[in-house]
């Protein structure tokens, strides 16, 4: 979708990489291909673009708040009536379960009405100062410039949503390239898309990063980088910006958040909500819950009913209600989570379920790790798939220390009942991470909290009220009393 119109593209790239396939996961079967652009198509994309935001009157960026609201709120009703065929997709391509992509496209639906309300909010609130010092303004916000959005496969609606929807609303033209799992996810709403919103304030564009993204960067045209991924690309898109200093980041990045079960934790909820927190969707998710600290006094019990849990856990086809673990959508997580699993194992860990790394193709069961230290891979590498490193701790300054050192700051569960151990800790650990989830496993909603995190975990914070902020800058019109 680019500059108003649904393009095919046959452009520069060689026919090797022209087109990318996409499989149904479980079976798998060939759904679809979608065709991949090339570098020329890229600058024609970022051109388009900018020309949207800098022509002035009447265009997007331009356009009444009301107007815009009135887009937005078009395309929401075209997207609703989208619900079956993308939630179709969702499983097929990324293996999402049934239940779980039904409430990504109910969040994500959601999740724009409430961004509408809160950009009506935001807008009513009025913005006049009165005079100060003999002159009178009138503040508004209003868009920074082109957006290069860049989605993940695992959330590519919520998620992916959650930067597009702001940054557009607020009157930034957009690019958006969803990731290469689930191209083909979005195809049911690009109609919407594209008679919801005026020539050029959404581009969808589909091809490889380093020939697409990369020639959009070194463009020099793009004022806001928002990418939901890993650093290394965020890094290298940055960097590849001639004026990188000027570009403003919205970047939600790796985590490695720790569970911390203190000894006088309520045992069934820990293990319940830890089952969820490192397993729902196989681990792919940047909130899961990515290393247990188990205090040694109740290790030996939690271990033997954690992983009893994981071994019941049953796999199959997304679309079937009893199932709990589902196929993967990248080919190469399989292999790589058995490197993490055979590189702890020959450094002294044991796989503690029976069922733990049995693999196929496109899968691999859940291996508990137990017990991992510092040189193992598993510790310090965010797994993003169905690998659970467990250690004990003796004294609750170990795990502190080892978030501390960690480069990662997103969230922490706490379990644990004696609040005068509780509320000392929660001091602390809020000043290492962004989030304190006590006795509940982690999560990012309700969309209207805050989503941030410290260190290499992200840049800038993402919310339904957040991100409005985060997509615009606030400017004025001054005049002298006269
Ligand atoms: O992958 C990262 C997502 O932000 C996880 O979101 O906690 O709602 O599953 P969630």
Redesign the pocket.
Known sequence: LVNGELKKWTGQTTPVFSTISSTEKYTPTLLGSIPFMGEAEAIEVVESATAAYNKGQGLWPTMKVVDRIKCMENFVSQMKTTRTEVVKLLMWEIGKSLGDSEKEFDRTVEYIYDTIESCKELNSRGSNFSKVQGINAMVRRGPLGVVLCLG?Y??PLN?TFSLLIPALIMGNPVIFKPAKHGVLLLSPLLEAFRSSFPKGAINIVYGRGREVASPIMKSGKVDILALIGNSKSAIALQDQHPNKNRLRLVL?LEAKNPAIILPDADLDLAIQECIAGTLSFNGQ???ALKILYVHESIAEEFNKRFAAKVDSLIFGNPWEKSVTLTPLPEPEKPHYIQELIHDATSKGAKIINEKGGLHTENYIFPAVLFPINKKMRVYHEEQFGPVVPILTFKDIQEPLDDMAESNYGQQVSLFGKDIKTIAPLIDTLVNLVCRVNLNSS????PDVFP?TGRKDSAVGTLSIHDALRSFSIRTFVASKDN
């Open positions: 993940p695992n959330y998620e939600g998710r940047c909130t982690c999560q990012r909603g989503f």
